[in-house]
């Protein structure tokens, strides 16, 4: 088994940091998870970088995994979301792209799961522009997957997954706990993990002081990124551009 990740910031994991300051998220999981229920080796490839639009990832990054050897036997793809933030934007243009990678993979025999990302919406500013757009884009890439006969998991009308315990502080990413479950439903739709139950507890409910924190924090970087044509993945590749080993976890004896 050779996986294959690609896409933007939900794909690369921004949000699950670990005390390295590396980033780990739900394509890692995936990747173990594939180990650990096979008892062999994976290899794993991650090509996603923060910020991407679905046009790169769709030419170069794809570009780049179908030009891994060996080729990978399956290839996860998300993106969007990051154009879904953009003033002029429309749905179809996104299917249409995506579906360029669907008859890619399929040309190339590698194995493809379409993800649609988890919805944010609830906790954002203009979440109600973010959660219109998302449901198009979603329902159009389930349309695809149909016709295509490609697998689809469809994580954005996942509802446990919305509750605020699974994102992080950005509400924009998720948190661990949320790349956990990622994982977990992707896993289950392969065949190759159980289902998730629900699990994480909410926190405490925010204060002013917070929504004013928040927006210092988070909100201000991030229109005053765009303001200046900036993006977050400016100069950053993704962390795994060739084949890395995952083992299987070491066998205990009793």
């Not at 509802?159 to 992080?168: C, F, G, L, T, V």
């Not at 924009?172 to 479950?181: A, E, M, Q, S, V």
Request: hydrophobic share 40%; charged share 25%.
């Amino acid at each position: 088994m050779h996986y294959a990740a690609i896409g933007d910031s939900f794909t690369e994991g921004v949000g699950d940091e670990q005390p390295d300051g590396s980033t780990r998220g739900w394509a890692d999981l995936v990747a173990a998870g594939l180990a650990r229920t096979r008892g062999e080796p994976v290899g794993y490839a991650n090509l996603a970088v923060r910020g991407r639009l679905l046009a790169p990832i769709v030419t170069d990054q794809l570009d780049a995994a179908l030009a891994l050897d060996p080729a990978p036997t399956l290839l996860t793809l998300n993106g969007g979301g990051n154009d879904m933030l953009r003033r002029h934007i429309e749905a179809p243009d996104l299917v249409a792209l995506t579906e360029t990678a669907v008859q890619r993979c399929a040309d190339a025999g590698v194995r493809l799961v379409l993800i649609s990302g988890a919805d944010p919406s609830a906790r954002l500013p203009l979440g109600g522009v973010v959660h219109r757009r998302g449901e198009e884009l979603t329902a159009g890439i389930a349309e695809l997957a149909t016709r295509y006969g490609t697998d689809f998991v469809d994580v954005f009308h996942d509802a446990e997954i919305r509750r605020p315990a699974y994102w992080s502080a950005d509400r924009l990413h998720l948190g661990p706990t949320g790349h956990r479950r990622v994982a977990s439903l992707i896993l289950a739709a392969l065949g190759e993990g159980p289902a998730p139950g629900a699990g994480a507890a909410d926190g405490p409910r925010r204060s002013p002081l917070d929504e004013l924190r928040y927006y210092r924090e988070h909100v201000v970087p991030w229109v005053g990124r765009r303001l200046r044509g900036h993006s977050s993945g400016d100069g950053r590749d993704g962390k795994h551009v060739s084949w890395v080993t995952v083992p299987p976890p070491e066998r205990t004896s009793v």
